[in-house]
C-alpha cells in the first residue's frame, strides 16, 4: 500500500501542475453539457412551406391559416403560379410547396372531395418525412372541421367515430432534454476517462521516465492502478458535476436510485479507462494515443445509440454495439434517470461492461509487460 500510494501522489501531483490538463477536464465537459443539448435538438420546427393559392377563396385562406398557426411551418412565400413557388425550393428557401387549385371550394363542396399538390424538398430526408407527416396531419384535421360545418345536427344522425386518449409513460411532457441530456453525459464522461488515460503511459514515455520505472521494484499492477484510481476519481467528480448541472439547468431528477448510477458509473470507468490504458500502451507519442483514441470515441459516439436507435441498425452494426461499452452505460442511464429502474434491471448491463473492464484492463496489462 505504501508504494501505491506514493505512486497517486506522484500522478495527482503531475495532473495538478498542469492546468490545461485540469481545464480540459472540468470546463470542456461543463462548457460542452450546457451547449449540445440546447443544439443538437431532434424537434423539427421552422419547416418552410410557400403556398400557390390558384383558387382566392375563404377555404383556401382557412387552410394556409391552419398550417401557418400550428407552429411547425413558417410561410416562405405565396406565389401565383407553381413555377415561381418552386424556384423557392431550388434556391433553399422553401422546403415544402403547397398548391391549392382553382375552383377548390366550390369542388369541396358540390363533389365532397379535392386532391392538393405537395411538393417536398427531399435532401434531408428526416425533415421531408416529417415535415410533410405534420403537413397531413394537419390536412386531416382541417377537412374533419369543413365535414363538421356540412353536418346538420337537426337532420343527421352523428357519424360514428373512433377517440383515441394517449398517456406518455416515463415521459409526459415528451422533454427531448430528458432523453438527451442524460446520454450527452456519458459521452463526456467517456472522453474525461478514455481520453485522459490514454496519455498516461505514453507521456512517461514522452518525458523519458517509463525507463526509470522500468528498474524500479514497483509491481506491475501497482503502476497500472496508480494511472487508473486519479482518473477514475476525477470522472466520478466530472460526472458529478454534470448531475448537478442537469439538474439545476434542465430539471432533471432521476426517477431512480442515484447510488446505483454511481454504483454503474464506477464499474463503467474501469472499463472505459483500461481502453484508455489499452491505447496508451500500444502509442508511442501523445499524438498517436489521440489519434486513436479520437477515432474509436467516434464510432462510440456514432453507434452508442444516443443519436440512432440500436434497433434501426443493420445486423452488423447490432453486433459492433455488443462490444462497446458506451451502449450499456447510455443504455443505463436512461433506464435509472428516466424509467427508475432497479438494480435487478440493470444485471446484464452491468455484467458485460464488467467483462470489458476485465478484458481491456488484462489486454492492457499484458501488453505493457510485453513492451517493457
Do not use: C
Not at 18 to 36: E, K
Not at 171 to 192: A, D, E, K, R
Not at 295 to 303: A, D, R, W, Y
Amino acid at each position: 500500500m505504501r508504494t501505491l500510494k506514493f505512486l497517486l501522489q506522484k500522478e495527482f501531483r503531475q495532473i495538478f501542475r498542469n492546468p490545461n490538463l485540469l481545464r480540459m477536464m472540468f470546463m470542456t465537459p461543463i462548457i460542452q453539457l450546457i451547449i449540445l443539448p440546447q443544439a443538437a435538438n431532434f424537434t423539427i420546427r421552422n419547416i418552410n412551406i410557400a403556398f400557390v393559392d390558384l383558387d382566392h377563396s375563404a377555404y383556401s385562406q382557412r387552410l394556409m391559416n391552419k398550417v401557418l398557426s400550428s407552429g411547425y411551418f413558417r410561410l416562405a412565400g405565396l406565389s401565383s403560379t407553381y413555377d415561381k413557388a418552386y424556384k423557392l425550393i431550388e434556391n433553399d428557401k422553401a422546403d415544402i410547396v403547397v398548391e391549392i387549385p382553382e375552383g377548390f371550394e366550390s369542388k369541396l363542396n358540390t363533389e365532397g372531395a379535392q386532391t392538393l399538390s405537395v411538393s417536398v424538398n427531399a435532401i434531408n430526408g428526416v425533415k421531408a418525412a416529417v415535415g410533410s407527416g405534420y403537413l397531413n396531419n394537419i390536412i386531416l384535421d382541417f377537412n374533419k372541421d369543413i365535414q363538421v360545418d356540412w353536418v346538420q345536427p337537426a337532420t343527421m344522425n352523428p357519424m360514428p367515430e373512433i377517440t383515441t386518449v394517449s398517456s406518455y409513460w416515463y415521459n409526459p411532457t415528451l422533454s427531448y432534454y430528458l432523453f438527451m441530456v442524460p446520454g450527452i453525459l456519458v459521452l463526456l464522461v467517456t472522453l474525461v476517462g478514455g481520453n485522459m488515460t490514454s496519455q498516461n503511459i505514453v507521456r512517461e514515455k514522452e518525458v523519458g521516465t517509463i525507463e526509470q520505472i522500468n528498474v524500479t521494484p514497483i509491481k506491475k499492477y501497482h503502476f497500472i492502478l496508480g494511472k487508473l484510481i486519479p482518473f477514475w476519481i476525477l470522472g466520478i467528480i466530472v460526472f458529478t458535476i454534470g448531475m448537478v448541472i442537469a439538474r439545476i439547468l434542465y430539471g432533471i431528477i432521476p426517477l431512480g436510485s442515484v447510488l446505483l448510477l454511481y454504483f454503474f458509473v464506477s464499474v463503467y470507468l474501469i472499463a472505459i479507462m483500461g481502453f484508455g490504458l489499452l491505447v496508451s500502451t500500444y502509442s508511442d507519442t501523445p499524438m498517436q494515443a489521440n489519434s486513436l483514441t479520437f477515432f474509436f470515441v467516434q464510432i462510440f459516439n456514432m453507434m452508442g445509440g444516443l443519436f440512432t436507435p440500436i434497433d434501426s441498425m443493420p445486423g452488423w452494426a447490432k453486433l459492433i454495439t455488443d462490444i462497446i461499452p458506451v451502449s450499456y452505460f447510455i443504455e443505463v442511464m436512461r433506464m435509472i434517470v428516466i424509467k427508475g429502474s432497479r438494480f435487478h434491471d440493470i444485471i446484464p448491463h452491468l455484467v458485460a461492461v464488467a467483462i470489458m473492464g476485465i478484458v481491456l484492463n488484462g489486454w492492457a496489462m499484458l501488453n505493457y509487460r510485453k513492451t517493457t
